[in-house]
């Protein structure tokens, strides 16, 4: 109940494309969703977060959409580029935890010139 | 801002050696975080601090493993007799806590021989 489980574990896409990166989760009192890109060794960045009272976010070409009722997140990732090829992670933590997170497994992303 | 610094980047140390690593967190993020990821995984959630307490541990987080933040400031983290299950990418993050997001360091990679 703990896990979030995400999917597809790769994804290749041309340039332009927009590459959907899916997870769900089973614990309905995660309360907040933050997707993080990481780069060969480095450290993951914060690339946007939700929280369930809301049904999608945009930040830039990043876009966030939630399903409250199917307990499902995705990421899409609009005019893609080829410095977007990264590991997308997705994540929760729990409503009134100390806000540690539980990670998803990565989403290995490779765009196409 | 300079982000979240830890040293050292790399670490290579003998099965049974003790090591020690370092974070230092965005200044004014209260919450400090170390997590650990291995090859192909998600990070893992091993232990919390608000200020200079010391708030959750991971079951991850064996008695060889203690972590501490004097002051409220930067942290480490020790690693006693260390084993070759503890390869892996040792992360620390920082927040304000609340729904503001984790920021992550760059890691350090240690290998056990």
């Known amino acids: 109940q703990q896990q979030v489980k995400q999917s597809p574990q790769s994804l290749i896409v041309q340039k332009g494309g927009i590459p959907i990166i899916n997870c769900a989760y089973e614990?309905?009192?995660?309360?907040?969703f933050p997707w993080y890109q990481q780069f060969p060794g480095k450290g993951p960045a914060l690339l946007i977060a939700i929280r369930p009272d809301v049904s999608e976010k945009k930040e830039g070409r990043f876009t966030i959409s939630f399903n409250k009722s199917a307990k499902q997140f995705s990421l899409h990732i609009m005019d893609s580029q080829p410095g977007d090829s990264a590991t997308y992670f997705c994540a929760a933590s729990i409503r009134g935890s100390q806000g540690n997170l539980i990670f998803g497994k990565g989403t290995k992303l490779s765009v196409k010139p | 801002d300079t982000g979240v610094s830890q040293n050292p980047r790399h670490k290579i140390t003998k099965r049974g050696q003790n090591v020690t690593f370092r974070c230092d967190p965005i200044s004014e993020h209260n919450r400090l975080y170390w997590y650990r990821q291995t090859l192909g995984q998600g990070p893992e959630f091993l232990t919390y601090?608000?200020?200079?307490?010391?708030?959750?541990k991971s079951r991850l987080l064996s008695d060889r493993f203690s972590a501490e933040r004097p002051k409220g400031s930067f942290s480490t983290l020790e690693i006693q007799r260390t084993e070759q299950g503890d390869s892996a990418m040792y992360l620390c993050?920082?927040?304000?806590?609340?729904?503001?997001?984790?920021?992550f360091g760059p890691g350090t990679r240690l290998t056990v021989l």
């Open positions: 993050a920082s927040s304000l806590g609340g729904f503001r997001g984790q920021y």
């Open positions: 601090f608000q200020n200079e307490a010391q708030l959750e």
């Open positions: 614990n309905t009192a995660f309360d907040y």
